[in-house]
């Protein structure tokens, strides 16, 4: 196989922090995006929609759907935690996780942090977002809800997770 051939079927992904670095991975065969894309379509909610969290930055429409949801998963640690205080308030276990910080900028009882960044790989900085879940929440048949800003990371996540955990998530902010 030319140079070439072996270099069109990977791509770079550049990691938004320095430390991160870069890893090679297979780029998705063309048919498959627009596979992926043919499924994507605008719908309807059942449910209206309620603020989590504050007003611009860090806040978030969702449905009104949050009853039985076990834990809320929130990768990405930032200087707010208002959508995370909320889902507390609801009585929903946070389980934030981000190596980038010491700790969540708030404090509260529900409130469960990892020191790691959520990835594709798993090492002393890294865990898989399938689990870090099943380490936190090992019951499949308890709904999820997922917010995750994690700086351009999302598409590699998404990528590696698998489909069993991707379906626990009854509503994602991604």
Same mark, same amino acid.
């Given at each position: 196989?030319?140079?070439?051939?072996?270099?069109?079927? @990977?791509? =770079?992904?550049?990691?938004?922090?320095?430390?991160?670095?870069? =890893?090679?991975?297979?780029?998705?065969?063309?048919?498959?995006?627009?596979? #992926?894309?043919?499924?994507?379509?605008?719908?309807?909610? &059942?449910?209206? #929609?309620?603020?989590?969290?504050?007003?611009?930055?860090?806040?978030?429409?969702?449905?009104?759907? #949050?009853?039985?949801? &076990?834990?809320?998963?929130?990768?990405?640690?930032?200087?707010?935690?208002?959508? /995370?205080?909320?889902?507390?308030?609801?009585?929903?276990?946070?389980?934030?996780?981000?190596?980038?910080?010491?700790?969540?900028?708030?404090? @509260?009882?529900?409130?469960? =942090?990892?020191?790691?960044?959520?990835?594709?790989? &798993?090492?002393?900085? @890294?865990?898989?977002?399938?689990?870090?879940?099943?380490?936190?929440?090992?019951?499949?048949?308890?709904?999820?809800? #997922?917010?995750?800003?994690? /700086?351009?990371? /999302?598409?590699?996540?998404?990528?590696?997770?698998?489909?069993?955990?991707?379906?626990? =998530?009854?509503?994602?902010?991604?």
């Amino acid at each position: 196989m030319e140079y070439e051939e072996k270099i069109a079927k @990977y791509c =770079f992904i550049e990691k938004p922090f320095a430390k991160r670095g870069r =890893f090679l991975t297979r780029m998705t065969p063309v048919n498959q995006v627009k596979h #992926l894309l043919s499924t994507l379509y605008p719908i309807t909610c &059942e449910k209206n #929609l309620i603020r989590l969290g504050p007003q611009g930055d860090g806040g978030y429409l969702v449905p009104d759907d #949050l009853e039985g949801i &076990e834990a809320c998963s929130s990768p990405g640690v930032s200087s707010v935690s208002g959508f /995370e205080k909320e889902c507390a308030n609801r009585n929903i276990k946070v389980f934030l996780a981000d190596k980038s910080v010491e700790n969540p900028a708030e404090y @509260y009882d529900l409130f469960h =942090f990892t020191g790691k960044f959520i990835g594709s790989i &798993e090492n002393d900085s @890294y865990i898989t977002l399938d689990n870090w879940v099943n380490a936190h929440s090992p019951n499949p048949k308890k709904d999820l809800l #997922l917010q995750m800003d994690i /700086e351009k990371a /999302e598409y590699e996540v998404l990528h590696s997770i698998s489909e069993t955990t991707l379906s626990r =998530f009854r509503i994602m902010v991604i």
